[in-house]
């Protein structure tokens, strides 16, 4: 039997978030069904709410930064049980035997993920709606455990913005005698300051903003530099091992190319469009440096970081809000301003009756 959901919907490109009723599938054998507690609300939510990546189905429910308590597990199911504390992020499945999906890379399925909205199911084609709602059915190979001591509301943005900047610096083995850069200090950014410090590295901030020094070293930064000051960019030169970079608009990644080191690495995570201005190539070649790219992270490495944040205190900084502040919310992020995440107290979901 199919389950009765409220939540909170997009209905086109054009019109605000409001409350909208819509039908769960009736859990597999393979199934957890989770109440939720807490959604983070992920910038690429309103990218997909307007259409601007194109592809965008209606209605949408958004939400891909899910914490909740199992309500029901499917007869198949061992790993879990009711009234457990957990997560699901950007992805409820994928192919499963791809090479990706065998090294736990799931996010680069060569079939591609099914992802948590705005997706289809791969068994029943459905749509996939997120959690700007009350209740979610994911397979439990895509549910992840919340350990103790981590505070739900803020691990729920760990869960796209967290392992967005986790997986990068994994991957690059980043940890002691590192010398790290983060450009940008949003929801993504924050998260690369703590845990690039809680790795090991000495870590430095990039920002156009002045002013933001003492933010910046309360997250983890041991130095600040000001990249629209052409002083403090040269004074840097040849400095960095990494530059974890997480601003999701155009920008000219050339001046940061100069900062690395011989072999260094820039990794892009916020950006999907094309790079605008063009990168000059001898930046790459006379220092053998690289630029990359890496989207959120596997299912075991989110695991992985879920657990390091419960080891290290390490939580998002977020603000709480009602999901009827959800178009406010929006417009806020909008103008950059929240520190740094919002995640929306679903119980708030009971005033709609």
């Not at 039997?1 to 019109?15: F, K, V």
């Not at 879920?306 to 809000?321: P, S, T």
Request: aromatic letters at 6%.
């Amino acid at each position: 039997m199919a389950l009765a959901i409220r939540g909170y919907a997009a209905q086109s490109a054009t019109t605000p978030l409001a409350p909208h009723r819509f039908e769960r599938r009736e859990p597999r054998a393979d199934d957890v069904v989770i109440d939720i507690l807490y959604c983070g609300v992920c910038h690429s939510d309103i990218h997909q709410a307007r259409n601007e990546w194109g592809g965008s189905h209606y209605p949408m429910v958004p939400g891909h930064e899910i914490i909740g308590r199992v309500a029901a597990v499917g007869e198949q199911v061992t790993g879990f049980k009711p009234g457990e504390l957990v997560g699901v992020g950007c992805m409820v499945d994928s192919c499963q035997h791809c090479d990706a999906c065998a090294q736990g890379l799931e996010q680069y399925c060569k079939e591609v993920a099914t992802f948590t909205y705005n997706s289809t199911d791969r068994r029943d084609g459905l749509p996939t709606y997120g959690g700007y709602s009350e209740r979610i059915v994911v397979s439990d190979k895509f549910v992840l455990r919340v350990p103790d001591g981590l505070d739900p509301k803020s691990a729920a943005p760990l869960l796209c913005a967290g392992i967005t900047t986790w997986s990068p610096l994994r991957h690059w083995k980043i940890g002691k005698d590192h010398k790290v850069a983060v450009v940008g200090l949003g929801g993504l950014g924050h998260m690369g300051l703590k845990f690039a410090k809680a790795l090991g590295a000495e870590v430095t901030l990039f920002t156009r903003s002045p002013g933001k020094e003492k933010e910046a070293r309360r997250l983890g930064a041991d130095h600040v530099v000001l990249s629209t000051d052409a002083k403090q960019m040269a004074a840097v030169a040849g400095r960095f091992d990494f530059i974890l970079d997480t601003v999701p608009h155009q920008h000219d990644l050339n001046p940061y190319l100069s900062t690395l080191k011989l072999d260094g690495v820039h990794v892009l995570v916020g950006l999907v469009e094309p790079i605008d201005p063009p990168v000059h190539a001898g930046g790459l070649i006379f220092g053998r440096r690289a630029l990359a790219g890496s989207l959120i992270g596997g299912i075991p490495e989110t695991q992985e970081m879920l657990d390091f944040c419960a080891a290290h205190n390490i939580g998002a900084d977020v603000e709480m809000i009602d999901i009827q502040q959800i178009n406010e919310a929006y417009s806020r992020m909008l103008k950059s301003d929240v520190r740094y995440r919002f995640v929306i107290d679903l119980a708030s979901l009971e005033r709609q009756g």
